[in-house]
Nanobody, 116 residues
């Protein structure tokens, strides 16, 4: 039984770093924590993930150069940082918890707009 909640600024300026935190309650049967995003009018895009136990990181090849995921197990939180953002990074961002193959729990999503 897992619940997730995204938090962070809803507005980020171009060239800055987008930073979001996901706070997690529960953790049974969860092997990865990860992030997705959905730009307006587009499909869901997987961004990256981190293993809950060892902290190994995996990133989408298209975003790897700008993406950093970290975790703080003492706080039951993990974070997303997306650097050098542009208006094309405007999206609803979701955190999720995975078993060994697929996301099984989702946050409600948070809107992030990149604009000056």
């Amino acid at each position: 039984q897992v619940q997730l909640q995204e938090s962070g600024p809803g507005l980020v300026k171009p060239s800055q770093t987008l930073s979001l935190t996901c706070t997690v309650s529960g953790g049974s049967n969860v092997h990865y924590w990860g992030w997705f995003r959905q730009p307006p009018g587009k499909g869901l895009e997987w961004m990256g993930a981190i293993t809950t136990r060892g902290g190994s990181r995996y990133y989408s090849p298209t975003l790897e150069s700008r993406t950093s995921i970290s975790r703080d197990t003492s706080k039951n939180q993990f974070t997303l940082q997306l650097s050098s953002v542009t208006p094309e990074d405007t999206a609803v961002y979701y955190c999720a918890a995975f078993d060994w193959s697929r996301p099984i729990y989702w946050g409600q999503g948070t809107q992030v707009t990149v604009s000056s």
